[in-house]
């Protein structure tokens, strides 16, 4: 992948969406699957012992993501996120990262994970080129692991993350969504391993996706709440923004540590103005905001016998419906504002 960088047409494509955002992130949640049952991602009839998750065949195939990924690449996308669900459960991952790494034009295709199978698959992932991670992690307390996510394996997610530092994965960040009486308690903690690990430790405002998280105006914190509890731990230094940083608001704890702090506010502070990004679900979905239920059905377009060119008018279909805004915080305000789309089918 890196090689290729000198390979790419001198004019890259630029798409931009009705209000003038550059749109170069496609995010693709390649499963639904998982080998956690998280508190906040898991329905009431996964819980019920029902399955709902999608069937192998309502998923697209690998040959079916390389070709939209070619397209998307021809019209400006230039970054790609692999999420699910598990990305790394899915057959034969590997294969088809392998073969996307190979797709000309793509500079930046990254991953994030619940670090399960991190340590079986980290060096196969840097090897293809997939330098930059996002590992999930609520909890540093290996019996809370169990009980949000529902599976005894702290240590080996904690062994991923060493392995994918040891490895050189840059930067890795880990991820914590912040629940009130869930696991806020642990702030500090994650806060202190910014001190002495090069992670980038970002901590995620609790989302209302999905009609059975725990989410209610009780367990959601927001980021400035979150940074407040912060303040007698260190002083937080802002740093310059790097094009790795994403949504994050970046911060250090005190000049001598070694990684940061992130913080990413969905609803407190939304990013929508600067919003590049669009999702392909696992059920073959292009849905142009995480927080707005409306998605465009590519599955059928690309199961209908199309062309390129249909596909090209599909994902540009997503794109002019792209919102100019999400409003979940007003929204909540007045009426709850929940949207009904799965975590694991868009993938986050
Ligand atoms: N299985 C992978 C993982 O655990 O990282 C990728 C999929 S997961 C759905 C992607 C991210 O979404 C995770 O960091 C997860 O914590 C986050 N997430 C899920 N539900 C959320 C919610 N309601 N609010 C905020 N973040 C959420």
Same mark, same amino acid.
């Given at each position: ?64 993501? =390389? ?32 073969? =996307? ?37 609520? *909890? ?22 060493? *392995? ?46 999905? *009609? ?6 009780? *367990? ?12 007698? =731990? ?97 929204? =909540? ?16």
């Amino acid at each position: 992948m890196k090689d290729k960088k000198n390979q790419q047409p001198v004019n890259t494509p630029v798409l931009t969406d009705m209000f003038s955002r550059t749109i170069s992130y496609l995010r693709l949640s390649l499963t639904d699957r998982c080998n956690l049952k998280c508190m906040y991602c898991v329905t009431e009839d996964e819980k019920n012992g029902c399955l709902v998750k999608l069937g192998q065949e309502e998923l697209l195939t690998y040959e079916e993501l =390389l070709r939209v990924v070619r397209v998307a690449v021809e019209m400006g996308i230039t970054k790609l996120r692999l999420t699910g669900g598990e990305p790394l459960v899915r057959h034969n991952i590997m294969h088809f990262i392998s073969n =996307l790494a190979s797709v000309q034009g793509i500079d930046d295709i990254r991953i994030t994970t619940n670090g399960v199978l991190l340590e079986k698959y980290a060096q196969r992932l840097f090897a293809a080129g997939v330098t930059k991670i996002n590992i999930s992690l609520d *909890t540093l307390k290996p019996e809370r692991f169990t009980e949000i996510t529902g599976v005894d394996c702290f240590n080996r997610v904690w062994k991923g993350i060493e *392995t994918a530092l040891a490895i050189g994965f840059s930067p890795v960040k880990l991820n914590m969504v912040v629940m009130r009486d869930i696991n806020d308690d642990e702030l500090p903690a994650f806060a202190e391993l910014s001190r002495e690990m090069p992670l980038q430790v970002r901590f995620i405002e609790f989302m209302p996706i999905g *009609t059975s998280t725990r989410w209610n105006q009780n *367990t959601y914190m927001s980021s400035d709440e979150i940074m407040e509890r912060f303040r007698t =731990l260190g002083e937080l230094i802002p740093m310059e923004k790097q094009q790795a940083d994403g949504p994050a608001r970046v911060f250090k704890l005190g000049a001598d540590a070694v990684g940061s702090l992130g913080f990413i506010s969905p609803i407190s502070h939304h990013f929508c103005d600067r919003c590049n990004r669009l999702r392909l679900t696992s059920e073959g979905r292009l849905r142009s905001c995480l927080l707005h239920d409306e998605e465009t059905d590519l599955k059928s377009v690309l199961r209908a016998g199309c062309s390129d060119a249909d596909i090209r008018e599909t994902l540009l279909t997503a794109i002019r419906n792209k919102p100019k805004g999400h409003q979940m915080a007003e929204r =909540l305000k007045e009426d709850g504002g929940d949207c009904h789309g799965r975590m694991s089918r868009i993938g986050g």
